[in-house]
């Protein structure tokens, strides 16, 4: 009994390292420093809403799946048409549309560029999707390996900055915001990182995994899945508020004229130097292929079984890494930019049925 109990609370640290990384993507990186930044004084605020609108839908979608057994459960109360219309909605804005080249553009822009001089944003996006292309393919166990060996490096990179961050602050907060409302303005950097959208087809993911381990009694699953988010969420919530909190400390330095990507740099580099920026872009590097390769095949196993199986899920990987390099070729703000009106279509209808679930 002690072996099991030793072995479930192992598969909880795992599974919920997983869930961090494959949530903690290029969105979560870009917007906590720039909310910090434009609230000032309000950070906190800012901060709270950002939270909620993110993870805390997130994990309802997450327990809304739990719940009633799938995605398209969730979904179905609407209607078994326009349950797909709206889930190949989703799948579109954390996929190819969206998310999947943002995860590329961020890491050029935070991770590439400043460090490597020279380097085409075209040469890297197609480097960047063959390496996603090849560890998709492979189909291998990507919750293990995200578990086990890239959430750890990417939570010790995060620490290291933040942990500076907080000890030798750049500035004072600014006493005024550069925002008429932070809570609306977290709330809508909230909604910008899909979080909630994602929610659904990376516990589709996850929960796969936790069955292919054994653990196929409901009563397990639901231990293994509600731990392991939680844990996720615990992680995000101290990863996101100082994150924030260094946004702040530049708050009366600098203003939203400048570019997301570009904020997050000026305070690394200020922080830790060239070093910093070399861990800063391992860790950047490292969360956006963990999200890359949760999406993908997220993505490409939805499309593959919407097609009943007509057209192989590797054949829609193949597409998906496609399009998406050439869409992250926008650049990271345009894409932010191009996302916001498409999620204001989407987000209301998904969160009413992940209430109703």
């Known amino acids: 009994m002690n072996g099991q109990k030793k072995n479930a609370l192992g598969e909880i640290v795992v599974v919920g390292f997983a869930l961090f990384s494959m949530f903690f993507g290029a969105g979560n990186v870009i917007f906590p420093p720039f909310l910090g930044m434009e609230a000032g004084s309000r950070w906190l605020e800012g901060f709270s809403a950002y939270f909620i609108a993110d993870i805390g839908l997130a994990m309802m979608g997450m327990f809304a799946l739990l719940r009633v057994g799938s995605s398209e459960q969730v979904l179905r109360r609407a209607g078994k048409l326009p349950a797909e219309i709206l889930m190949c909605a989703i799948v579109l804005c954390i996929g190819p549309m969206v998310a999947i080249p943002r995860t590329s553009a961020s890491t050029y822009e935070m991770a590439i560029a400043p460090n490597l001089s020279g380097v085409s944003p075209v040469v890297f996006s197609v480097a960047f999707f063959a390496l996603i292309l090849v560890l998709c393919l492979k189909e291998s166990a990507v919750v293990d390996i995200v578990g086990k060996v890239l959430t750890p490096l990417l939570l010790a990179g995060l620490a290291a900055i933040i942990i500076k961050g907080i000890v030798t602050p750049l500035g004072t907060i600014a006493p005024e915001a550069q ?41 397990k699953k639901f231990r293994i899945m509600s731990g392991s988010s939680i844990l996720a969420c615990v992680l995000l919530l101290a990863v996101y508020m100082g994150l924030a909190y260094l946004g ?83 650049g990271l703000d345009r894409i932010v930019a191009i996302a916001a009106p498409v999620l204001d279509v989407v987000y209301p209808p998904t969160l009413v049925l992940i209430f109703i679930s």
């Open 179 to 219: 925002i008429d409302s932070a809570v609306v303005t977290g709330v809508k950097a909230g909604y910008q990182t899909m979080d909630a959208l994602a929610a659904l087809p990376f516990g589709i993911l996850v929960l796969q995994s936790v069955v292919d381990k054994g653990y196929t009694e409901s009563g």
């Open 248 to 330: 702040a400390t530049v708050s009366a330095q600098y203003t939203n004229e400048i570019g997301r990507a570009q904020l997050v740099m000026a305070i690394v580099e200020a922080l830790m130097g060239k070093t910093g920026m070399i861990i800063f872009g391992i860790v950047v590097g490292l969360a956006c292929v963990t999200t890359a390769v949760a999406l993908t095949s997220s993505a490409a196993a939805y499309f593959a079984k919407l097609c009943r199986g007509k057209v192989p899920y590797k054949v829609f990987v193949i597409v998906i890494c496609v399009f998406s390099a050439v869409v992250s070729n926008l």
